[in-house]
């Protein structure tokens, strides 16, 4: 009953905003047909707005969870049209505040002891009141000003209904849908589904406030606001009051003598940091959550503050590899390596011919960098290599929507401070220079180092086991399984498979050694305070295993 009440209120809503056109060839549509003559039209000026525009507004209107939705629709630029697209990047939240008095209630429910306790003084006027939560000045008994954000009341009930609702839309296109099995609806929801649990939980976004504190403590480049914990819970969170200029204000900026070059250069090396050194970065970074530090010492070296930590995005190690790949072939115009990149990292099925996506990439690319790399949009060329790739059954990766959404953003940020800005030339030695320290020898005995235990406990098993499977191989009984459609690339490797799997098994066993004269403190020189037998013999074994790796 209560899917059927909420469905008749969006049906409602579209009508009155005049998008029910687009529902027009779906089941919905005589439905939508019937209700027109009782659904009052939007007003002439509402009416008069574009298409994109007033998709905006009905998304505003229908509460978080479809804020939430058209937010990593814009993302997606491939499936929806650029004017569409545009206007929903400008979600941002903004709704009627609920009762103060409602707030103080909720603040001390969620904390235990009344407001008087908690605080020296709670301002039941809203700072600031977005979908989910609002925001109210506060002051501790010692002095410090802080921000209390409170959940709006019965906020879980509506986005449980709204999720619901979704799930059952997702069904019914994972049915009828000729390509779902690429877009993937259901994982979609699931997407914004986990999204939404994590800004619903605000002690998890108190910690996640906390870490990337930490990840930037003392830096020049973004400031993160300290976090009380004393007075916080899962559905209210109090944090350091800061001061700030949002990042959009260009004419706050120039008052205060901001110098915005460097600040939108700052903004692209900040994005990648957190991408790839931290795999942490602020997934909602919209204007109105990253400000400018108004300090006057700061101006010629400006520095960003981030504020709404609800979502943060991390990538998989494997993800992070295929994604920092991509982006540096990008960078160095390997078509080739864009197509291969693509296949390997399961994004795209293995039967595809790698010349003719090389091709196609190149036919996106190519007339990019025939403009100066200052008018280059990176995201603009990623997104059409998205829609160049679904022709080759491109398959969406939905842990990576996020981050599409977030470079998005940030290069929207970037180029509103400096139009000018030369995304490439900041990215890539920033990007380089993670690489290198990420994929260093060092880096990997540090590594390593971290799994001595784990590989000490499974070492006695080394031996049986390889025993076993070189046995397999002698007797012809080693079983391989996979999926048909993965014959035909098979057919290309299966003569390098062996050759592979020795040199790897090779590897790991002097890596295995290795770990046990660190383990049993083998005497001799050391560099570092490990031995020398240590180091050279760790030092074959990851060269046998880069070289097995290398091959594939």
């Not at 010492?297 to 992070?320: E, M, N, Y």
């Not at 010349?355 to 190149?362: K, Q």
């Not at 005995?445 to 799994?451: H, I, M, P, Q, T």
Request: glycine share 6%.
């Amino acid at each position: 009953m209560r899917a059927a009440v909420r469905a008749n209120k969006i049906g409602r809503v579209l009508i009155r905003y005049r998008l029910d056109a687009l529902l027009e060839d779906t089941p919905a549509g005589p439905w939508l047909r019937l209700a027109r003559p009782f659904v009052p039209r939007a007003r002439d000026d509402v009416a008069a707005l574009s298409r994109g525009a007033r998709l905006r507004l009905v998304l505003q209107e229908l509460g978080p969870i479809f804020v939430k939705f058209g937010q990593i629709l814009s993302t997606r630029r491939d499936l929806i049209p650029p004017d569409v697209a545009q206007e929903l990047t400008l979600l941002q939240d903004r709704v009627k505040p609920f009762d103060g008095q409602r707030a103080q209630a909720i603040v001390e429910q969620a904390l235990g002891v009344p407001i008087e306790v908690a605080f020296a003084h709670f301002d039941t006027t809203p700072l600031a009141s977005a979908s989910i939560a609002q925001v109210h000045a506060a002051t501790l008994h010692d002095g410090r000003e802080v921000v209390v954000k409170v959940l709006r009341p019965d906020i879980e009930a509506q986005i449980a209904g709204d999720i619901a609702l979704l799930k059952s839309g997702a069904a019914l296109v994972d049915y009828a849908h000729p390509s779902a099995d690429k877009i993937r609806p259901k994982e979609i929801v699931a997407e914004i589904e986990a999204t939404l649990a994590a800004e619903l939980d605000l002690q998890r976004e108190g910690a996640n406030a906390s870490v990337m504190r930490r990840f930037w403590q003392d830096s020049p480049d973004l400031y993160v606001p300290e976090i009380i914990w004393t007075h916080t819970a899962e559905r209210a969170l109090t944090m350091e009051r800061v001061v700030g200029i949002p990042s959009d204000d260009i004419v706050a900026l120039d008052a205060a003598g901001i110098d915005r070059k460097a600040l939108a250069a700052k903004g692209v090396r900040v994005f990648y940091t957190q991408v790839f050194r931290d795999n942490f970065f602020h997934a909602d970074a919209h204007a109105g959550n990253i400000w400018v530090d108004p300090d006057p010492l700061r101006k010629d070296d400006p520095r960003f503050i981030a504020l709404d930590f609800g979502i943060v995005g991390q990538l998989s190690q494997q993800d992070q590899y295929y994604l920092a790949e991509n982006f540096m072939a990008i960078f160095n115009k390997d078509y080739r390596r864009i197509a291969e990149l693509h296949v390997e990292a399961g994004w795209m099925p293995a039967t595809v011919r790698i010349d003719e996506l090389e091709a196609a990439a190149r036919a996106v690319c190519e007339p990019y960098f025939t403009r100066p790399l200052s008018e280059i949009s990176l995201a603009q060329v990623l997104i059409k290599l998205f829609r160049t790739a679904q022709k080759y059954e491109l398959t969406l990766q939905p842990q990576l929507i996020l981050l599409q959404k977030t470079l998005l953003n940030i290069e929207g940020v970037g180029r509103q401070l400096d139009p000018r800005l030369d995304i490439w030339a900041v990215a890539k030695p920033v990007l380089q220079r993670i690489l290198v320290k990420r994929y260093s020898p060092l880096h990997a005995v540090n590594e390593l180092r971290k799994r001595i235990p784990e590989i000490m406990t499974h070492a006695p098993d080394m031996p049986r086991l390889v025993h076993a499977w070189l046995k397999q191989q002698v007797d012809g009984q080693h079983e391989l399984s996979m999926r048909s459609k993965d014959l035909a690339a098979l057919n290309l490797t299966l003569q390098r498979l062996q050759r592979r799997v020795v040199t790897a098994i090779g590897g790991a066993g002097l890596l295995v050694v290795a770990a046990v004269l660190h383990a049993f403190g083998v005497g001799g020189p050391s560099l570092w305070g490990v031995p020398l037998w240590t180091w050279f013999t760790g030092a074959l074994g990851t060269l046998a295993l880069l070289s097995a790796w290398l091959r594939r």
